[in-house]
C-alpha cells in the first residue's frame, strides 16, 4: 500500500530522504528488482468516493498496459490501459449460491472483467474467445494475455513484461547457545520438586530460508534443522519424625533434534535489516536418560538405590510447540549473516499423564548464509 502513495528516494547512503507523491512524479523503478511504478487517476472503487491518484506497479506495458496495486484491505487490484488511455477495472464477483436440489453451498466466481478483456483487446484477431474464458484474475494468467495482444497488434514495438520472481533458497549453518527450564504438573511427586534451569548448552544445525515474492518481498519461509541438548537436575531431602534421612536426585539428560517453521518478516531498509519471525515448532527425542538415585540412612544402616526419574518408557519421542524470534540481517561479502534471539515452547519429554512436562528455551543463533 505504502508504494502505491509515497516514493522516497536518496542519491546515495548519506544523503538525505526525499519522498514524492503520485502528484509530484510520474513513475520511478527499482532496476535490481525490476519493477516499475506509474501515476495514475485510479477510478473511484466504491459509490460516492472520488478518484485518487496513486502509483500503480506496471506489470506489462506497450499497446496494452497492465497495472496493479494492493489496497489497505488487502485486496488485489488489476487495471487495463490502451495507448496510455483511461484506465479500465479489472474485476470478478465471488459468492455462494444454494444448489436446489442438494441443499450444498457452491463457490460462483462472475469474471465480470473478461467483458472488458474482450471489448477491449478485440482487434487482435489471433485472440480466441477460449482463451479469454481460461484467464484468472492473477499476475501470471493476466500478463500472458496482455503480453500476447501487444505481440499481436505491435509486433514491431518494444512491450515489457514483468516477469514472476523466482523464490530466493538461502542455506546456512546456525550455531546456537540455548537456556531452558522444565516444569512438571499432575499427580506425580515430581511435581512437588524444582529442576534447576538446564546449563548452558551449545547446539547446532542448518538453516534453510525461501522468500516469498510473488506474495510479499518482505515475507519468507524460515526453517531449521537443529541439534539441542538439556539437562535438568533436582535434589530434595527429607527428614522424617523417626530420624530417617532420606536425599534424592533426579536428573533428566536428553537431546532434541527440532524441525521449526516460521514465517519471517523482514525490514527491507539498511544494510542491517531487523527481522522477526514465528511459527509451530516439531521436536523428535533422539537422547533420553533419567536417573533417580535414593540414598537413605537411619541410625547406623544406610542404603542407596538408584531407579528411573520417570516410570520405564514413560519419555515420548516426540513433541509439538510454538517459537517465536527476533533478530538483525546483515550482508557481509555477498553472504548473509544472522544473528536472532528466539523464544520456544513445547509439550516436552514425558509420556505419563501424572507427569506432564513443558519445555520453555531461550536461544541466541548465529548464522552465516550461502
Known amino acids: 500500500m505504502r508504494n502505491s502513495q509515497e516514493a522516497i528516494f536518496k542519491q546515495n547512503e548519506s544523503a538525505a530522504a526525499q519522498t514524492f507523491t503520485p502528484d509530484q512524479l510520474q513513475g520511478y523503478g527499482f532496476d535490481k528488482e525490476q519493477k516499475m511504478f506509474e501515476s495514475h487517476l485510479v477510478p ?14 506496471v506489470i506489462a506495458k506497450g499497446k496494452a498496459s497492465l497495472y496493479y496495486y494492493r489496497d489497505a484491505f488487502q ?13 479500465l477495472a479489472l474485476k470478478q464477483q465471488i459468492r455462494f449460491e444454494t444448489d436446489p436440489a442438494t441443499g450444498r ?35 501470471k494468467s493476466l500478463i500472458g494475455i496482455v503480453a500476447k495482444y501487444n505481440q499481436c497488434v505491435a509486433p514491431s514495438e518494444v512491450a515489457y513484461a514483468q516477469q514472476n520472481k523466482k523464490s530466493v533458497i538461502t542455506v546456512a ?37 525461501f522468500t516469498l515474492p510473488n506474495l510479499n518481498e518482505k515475507l519468507s519461509v524460515q526453517t531449521d534443522l537443529l541439534y539441542a541438548p538439556h539437562k535438568f537436575y533436582s535434589y530434595q531431602y527429607e527428614e522424617n519424625w523417626a530420624g530417617r534421612k532420606t536425599s534424592s536426585e533426579a536428573t533428566f539428560d536428553l537431546a532434541y ?13 539498511g544494510k542491517i535489516r531487523p527481522f522477526l519471525n514465528a511459527g509451530p515448532v516439531f521436536s523428535y527425542l533422539i537422547r533420553f536418560k533419567d536417573t ?13 538405590e538408584e531407579t528411573t526419574a520417570l516410570p520405564e518408557d ?44 513443558k519445555l520453555q528455551s531461550t536461544y541466541i543463533m548465529l548464522s552465516y548464509g550461502f
Not at 107 to 135: G, I
Not at 257 to 269: C, D, G, I, S
Open 44 to 57: 473511484a472503487t466504491t459509490e460516492g468516493a472520488a478518484p485518487q491518484r496513486l502509483f500503480l506497479n
Open 75 to 87: 485486496k488485489e487490484n488489476y487495471y487495463l490501459a490502451k495507448d496510455n488511455g483511461e484506465l
Open 105 to 139: 453451498k457452491r463457490k460462483v466466481t462472475d469474471k465480470k472483467f473478461l467483458n472488458v478483456l474482450t471489448v477491449a483487446l478485440a482487434d487482435c484477431p489471433s485472440m480466441s474467445r477460449q482463451q479469454l474464458l481460461n484467464a484468472n484474475l492473477a499476475h
Open 173 to 209: 549453518p546456525a550455531f546456537v547457545y540455548a537456556l531452558s527450564n522444565v516444569s512438571i504438573s499432575g499427580d506425580s511427586k515430581l511435581a512437588a520438586r524444582d529442576f534447576e534451569n538446564s546449563t548452558a548448552h551449545y547446539g547446532g544445525g542448518i538453516s534453510v530460508n
Open 257 to 269: 533434534l527440532k524441525l521449526p517453521a516460521q514465517l519471517r518478516y523482514t525490514f527491507p531498509k
Open 292 to 304: 533417580n538415585i535414593i540414598n537413605s540412612s537411619f541410625s547406623s544402616t544406610s542404603y542407596t
Open 314 to 357: 514413560g519419555s515420548k519421542p516426540y513433541s509439538f510447540g510454538l517459537t517465536s524470534g527476533v533478530g538483525l540481517s546483515y550482508m557481509l561479502n555477498g553472504k548473509i549473516l544472522s544473528l536472532e534471539a528466539r523464544y520456544e515452547v513445547t509439550e516436552g519429554f514425558s509420556g505419563v499423564s501424572d507427569a506432564e512436562t
